[in-house]
């Protein structure tokens, strides 16, 4: 089936520990997104991608990394530099078809805690 | 974006229709009404969008005002597994970064037997 997949499901930190979450997509989507989502609030978005090779700041970037190598695969970081780390994460892809109105769809998120 | 107001909670009778309201009354000409729902512990499943125009898809309907500064969900058939919470999000047509969902707090609709 096409959809997006987010691995792991559940992800735990370490003090110091830079971690890296998946997500995958089959959808030949252009465009990916990366959102927290913390208790009882909406989403924010960390970073997110047009085109292989290029990515841009969300509103809440610093202490996250990522990377587009590949059309179906954006890779978020979170590095020890986030020290507040403990979130719901979602990716998100959509089609570019040049007017923007191609609504996002999720994966299911990976919930990540510190130890 | 276009702030939207939602009811914080609705109940409706398995089988029945779930009609579900937004009031978007700053919405401006180039701005989209999108409609996702959120399952406890799973990402947001998108449901529907338009501008204008009333809008019919397998999972749901969409019903604009003319004047545009509203709009209702409407969900057929309402089954268990549509309890969920409910978003309604105006945003421009812009890709990336302008283009960001901002959720509010959505409304919790319950499906009951």
């Known amino acids: 089936d096409g959809g997006i997949t987010q691995s792991p499901k559940y992800l735990f930190r370490k003090e110091g520990q830079n971690v890296t979450l998946s997500c995958e997509q089959n959808l030949n989507h252009d465009a990916m997104y990366w959102y927290r989502q913390d208790p009882g609030q909406g989403l924010r978005l960390i970073y997110y991608?047009?085109?292989?090779?290029?990515?841009q700041k969300g509103d809440i970037a610093e202490g996250y990394s990522v990377s587009r190598e590949k059309k179906e695969s954006f890779p978020l970081t979170v590095t020890s530099a986030q020290k507040n780390p403990t979130a719901f994460y979602l990716c998100?892809?959509?089609?570019?078809?040049?007017?923007?109105?191609?609504?996002?769809?999720f994966g299911d998120g990976t919930r990540l805690s510190i130890l | 974006d276009a702030k939207t107001t939602q009811p914080t909670s609705m109940d409706c009778a398995e089988g029945r229709a779930a009609n579900l309201p937004c009031n978007h009354s700053t919405i401006s000409g180039n701005e989209y009404v999108y409609w996702y729902r959120q399952i406890h512990s799973q990402g947001p499943q998108y449901i529907i969008h338009g501008l204008k125009n009333n809008e019919t898809n397998e999972m749901a309907s969409l019903i604009i005002t003319e004047d545009r500064k509203s709009s209702t969900l409407i969900l057929p058939h309402a089954t268990l597994r549509d309890t969920a919470v409910y978003y309604c999000i105006v945003r421009v047509a812009f890709r990336g970064s302008q283009g960001n969902l901002i959720f509010g707090k959505g409304t919790k609709l319950s499906v009951k037997p």
């Open positions: 998100a892809s959509s089609e570019d078809r040049g007017v923007g109105n191609q609504p996002q769809h």
């Open positions: 991608s047009q085109i292989v090779n290029d990515f």
